[in-house]
């Protein structure tokens, strides 16, 4: 079965646009051709700077064939009372392009209805594809289309060509006045073609050998790492990759020609950062380290063309990449000369966020905040963690950060090291813009986990009380990312921090601030706001969302604690005897929820056991008593696995209570009676989960 072709030739597209448009391109035609009924063995989809290609392996050259059943009008309509068509069956008759004899009538759920039997498919794949390709093209999306020319069509960049081939032949269709044809495009410089593919078979041979293109994104990327780890032994080192350069690059060119080049040894006197960054972040190039992991003074660059002339290229590489690192040499020497008290003074008049003050004011309140964390959590760190609050910022200022805005805290844990800081100062400082991202790593240190708490604390209790709260896909101060960063911080340094206190301290920092929320309304929403992220934080590691609800519902002020708790419920919900206990459980605690939340009635949870008639009664009621205390233990010792194995204990004397005891007797005193030995029994189960929350 012949293949199918699809390339979209378009200007240079930035390599951030891929791979989610090759994956979307995949998506979309392969949805199409299933809901077409043209059946394939493989589709993929890959990309150049110049080119989005997708490709389908054996397609089959006609639709295939079904026959279906379609349903008309009912039957009563359709039909008169002799059983002659009316004008309504004559009409769906004529409709489905079938005859009025082959019409008949068949049950459904609303009745009686008139149907058909119509054959649909077969038809040639060539004549279908045409309409594909157009809505394959269309529907692309992009961060910002553009119009060209005077096209009213809208895509990425501009769209220079299309080919589209199936087997041998040409896919006839257009966009506007760009008509698809068998023709490609190479490389501008060593195959600008145009070259005439001959079938869709032929089409990756042409693209290599002569319009030399590598098309594979994958192929492109061994061509760097191979190419790149052989120049880099030779010269007795090795690539100090980075992966999002990488895949940069890698969307870059088309022909890749890695290249080792050098700079002077001089520049090797600053600190790796900065060589580094300044190499990926302007020259999209590559560090190279020797065996005892220092860089070396040569770097790695990939060209998008064999060079006529390597040498001459290789030094106007080496010549950007120098003036450079002569700035960077520059902001270096004027940062190590600079003093931290100057560059504070510098804070107050550095914009935090123009309702909540300057950077400066934002640093006292972080190093009030940083003096409350370490009383709580780490009182080894009461001298230098306020301190660390304070400097953080410091380096927002610095000649370096202002040309490298990606190095801020780096840079500023290297100089206050430098102008003798402690080291838990200058690791503090280093570390506090961590984690970045869900991928990225959270600090490393105590005292950098403590002030990145701090610093995030600050700014989430600010943007809510000015009611800058995230809405849909808008979050313009990363808020979203600051409330998991602290999530992640807490549960993986095992801090035992109080939420309800983290939110109220960051609030009591702000002096004189014109807030648009009350601060009891902003601290519900913030805390709200932090169960949200728990709950997608959670749920996309795997757990299941009922159980994650469940064990938020039961509180999540100690997220250490909610992440302990939460691993044991999970367990606890793969075991023999869970949805029983749930059943169990969840049945008082609907009961305490409709006879106190919801019926106005007063549980304090204490019981009188002379009131007791039944033994089902004193035996549920010895058994939490007999559990009280056992269950303090455990839940001082975290251990809730064992938690969830006492509940198990305890449900015999629950159920034989529910089968021997009616709570809603008419006895008023018997019946209050009843209800607050349940709701003791709800407290502690409380505790662990909502077991309202579940289903089973």
């Known amino acids: 079965m012949p293949r199918f072709v699809l390339e979209i030739g378009v200007e240079e597209m930035p390599a951030r646009f891929f791979p989610g448009l090759t994956e979307e391109l995949q998506r979309v035609v392969a949805g199409e051709l299933i809901a077409a009924k043209i059946d394939f063995d493989r589709i993929f989809a890959q990309g150049t700077p110049r080119r989005l290609v997708v490709q389908v392996l054996d397609a089959a050259e006609v639709q295939r064939s079904e026959e279906e059943i379609i349903t008309g009008p009912p039957a009563k309509v359709a039909f008169d009372a002799d059983g002659a068509p009316t004008k309504a069956g004559l009409g769906f008759a004529r409709g489905q392009g079938v005859e009025p004899e082959s019409l008949f009538t068949m049950d459904t759920d609303k009745g009686l209805y008139v149907a058909c039997k119509k054959l649909t498919g077969g038809g040639r794949t060539i004549d279908i594809l045409p309409a594909i390709c157009r809505t394959a ?53 060593m195959g600008p073609g145009p070259f005439d593919v001959p079938s869709a078979d032929a089409y990756e041979s042409v693209l290599f050998n002569d319009c030399k293109v590598v098309l594979d994104p994958e192929e492109r990327r061994r061509i760097v790492r191979e190419e790149g780890e052989r120049l880099a032994a030779e010269a007795g080192g090795r690539i100090v990759w980075n992966e999002a350069l990488e895949n940069e690059v890698v969307g870059l060119v088309e022909w890749p020609r890695p290249m080792l080049a050098s700079f002077a040894e001089r520049y090797l006197e600053l600190p790796r950062q900065v060589l580094l960054t300044s190499m990926q972040s302007h020259q999209k190039s590559f560090g190279v380290e020797g065996a005892d992991g220092k860089l070396m003074n040569r770097f790695l660059t990939v060209l998008n063309i064999e060079p006529v002339e390597p040498g001459l290229v290789r030094k106007g590489w080496e010549r950007v990449l120098k003036a450079r690192l002569e700035d960077a040499r520059f902001f270096w020497e004027a940062d190590t000369a600079a003093e931290v008290d100057a560059w504070l003074a510098k804070l107050d008049n550095v914009t935090f966020l123009a309702p909540l003050g300057s950077m400066g004011a934002k640093t006292r309140r972080i190093e009030a905040l940083c003096g409350h964390l370490a009383a709580m959590a780490e009182p080894a760190l009461a001298a230098d963690l306020p301190r660390a609050g304070r400097l953080c910022k410091a380096d927002l200022v610095s000649e370096m950060v202002y040309e490298f805005d990606s190095l801020q805290g780096i840079m500023g844990g290297i100089y206050l090291q430098r102008k003798g800081f402690s080291e838990t100062i200058a690791t503090a400082v280093a570390e506090h813009y961590l984690p970045a991202g869900p991928d990225t790593p959270v600090p490393a240190s105590r005292a ?249």
């Open 448 to 696: 950098g986990a403590l002030l990145s708490i701090a610093d995030k604390m600050d700014t989430l209790c600010g943007c809510f009380g000015l009611n800058m709260i995230p809405t849909g896909g808008a979050d313009q101060y990363a808020l979203r990312r600051q409330a998991l960063g602290v999530i992640r911080i807490v549960t993986e340094h095992s801090l035992r921090l109080d939420l309800d206190e983290l939110i109220s301290l960051g609030f009591a920092g702000y002096e004189g601030v014109a807030w648009k929320l009350s601060r009891e309304e902003a601290t519900a929403k913030l805390k709200e706001f932090f169960g949200q992220r728990l709950k997608a934080w959670f749920t996309g590691r795997g757990l299941e969302t009922l159980v994650v609800e469940a064990a938020l519902g039961a509180g999540f002020a100690d997220m250490r604690e909610l992440s302990a708790r939460l691993a044991a419920l999970s367990a606890f919900s793969a075991s023999p005897g869970f949805d029983q206990a749930v059943l169990t459980f969840k049945r008082a605690a609907n009961i305490i929820r409709k006879q106190g939340q919801e019926g106005g009635r007063v549980l304090s949870g204490i019981y009188d056991s002379a009131l007791f008639e039944s033994e089902a009664e004193r035996t549920l009621a010895a058994a939490m008593e007999k559990a009280a205390p056992r269950f303090e233990e455990l839940w001082k010792a975290d251990d809730f696995e064992a938690l969830f194995g006492l509940l198990a204990e305890l449900r015999p004397a629950v159920d034989a209570f529910f089968d021997n005891v009616m709570v809603m007797c008419d006895d008023e005193a018997l019946r209050t009676n009843r209800l607050n030995l349940l709701a003791a029994l709800t407290g502690m189960l409380g505790r662990l989960a909502d077991f309202s929350a579940l289903q089973v």
């Open 137 to 189: 093209v269309a529907s692309l999306s992009f961060p910002k289309k553009m119009r060209w020319g005077s096209r009213e069509v809208g895509f990425g960049r501009p769209v220079r060509w299309l080919l589209a081939l199936f087997g041998e032949d040409v896919v006839h269709f257009a966009l506007e006045d760009i008509a698809s044809s068998r023709k490609t495009w190479g490389h501008r410089v």
